[in-house]
């Protein structure tokens, strides 16, 4: 499969334990977030989302939390499964008139069975 | 309801030569943005097209270009190739709308030799 990245921040859990991934963005005019997941071979796929009027999103067995002050967004997976892993990656969306989605390094997570 | 097409999967080119990629974004979808990922770079944003004209454009040189058709298919040119072009190029459709999210396709992976 693909080499999504080689350098990546790694995240190594035990199968059913929670995972958080974290990530930094750079543009405080973004409104609009997004958590991808990138599987070996396969192009991004939209995990969860979260506008800048939230602070906290949840869906199954996904939470992303958004800190605006510190420009923090964050990605928790509850009871993680081997089907988790995968790269990661947030991405923003500044309050332009287009579609700019600027993405964040990637962190890949590893699930231990 | 089809998926986000690109093709071809995977190319090979030599040094100087162009090459030209094509997607085809699920139906209805008016925007086209385009990605490189490297695993040194992570994600780069290439340009956007919504409604067959460029809205937003990231930072890469003229020999990156792109367009988009009537029908919101779009291709992607990229001439006198050089070595570090080499990368999954990545299409993602969307409606083009400020906070809907953006579907991507399997990609395709460049080789320059």
């Known amino acids: 499969g693909e080499s999504v990245g080689l350098h990546l921040p790694t995240l190594s859990v035990q199968e059913g334990d929670n995972s958080i991934i974290n990530c930094a963005y750079s543009?405080?005019?973004?409104?609009?977030f997004i958590w991808y997941k990138q599987e070996s071979g396969k192009g991004p796929q939209f995990i969860i989302d979260?506008?800048?009027?939230?602070d906290k999103r949840q869906g199954q067995r996904v939470t992303v939390l958004l800190n605006k002050t510190v420009k923090h967004l964050s990605l928790q997976i509850a009871a993680t499964q081997p089907g988790d892993s995968a790269v990661y990656f947030c991405?923003?969306?500044?309050?332009?008139?287009?579609?700019?989605?600027?993405f964040g390094a990637g962190t890949r997570l590893f699930v231990k069975a | 309801k089809a998926g986000v097409t690109q093709t071809p999967r995977y190319l090979i080119k030599t040094r100087g030569q162009q090459v030209t990629l094509s997607c085809s974004p699920i139906?209805?979808?008016?925007?086209v943005s385009w990605y490189q990922q490297t695993p040194g770079q992570g994600l780069q944003f290439l340009f956007e097209?919504?409604?067959?004209?460029?809205?937003n454009k990231g930072n890469f040189p003229g020999r990156f270009s792109g367009r988009q058709f009537s029908n919101s298919r779009s291709e992607m040119n990229v001439s006198t190739l050089e070595l570090g072009d080499s990368a999954l190029y990545l299409c993602?459709?969307?409606?083009?709308?400020?906070?809907?999210?953006?579907?991507f396709g399997q990609g395709t992976r460049l080789t320059v030799v």
């Open positions: 139906s209805g979808h008016r925007s």
């Open positions: 097209y919504f409604s067959e004209t460029q809205r």
């Open positions: 543009n405080s005019a973004s409104d609009y």
């Open positions: 991405a923003e969306i500044p309050r332009t008139g287009g579609f700019k989605t600027i």
């Open positions: 979260i506008r800048s009027n939230m």
């Open positions: 993602a459709s969307s409606l083009g709308t400020p906070g809907t999210e953006a579907f």
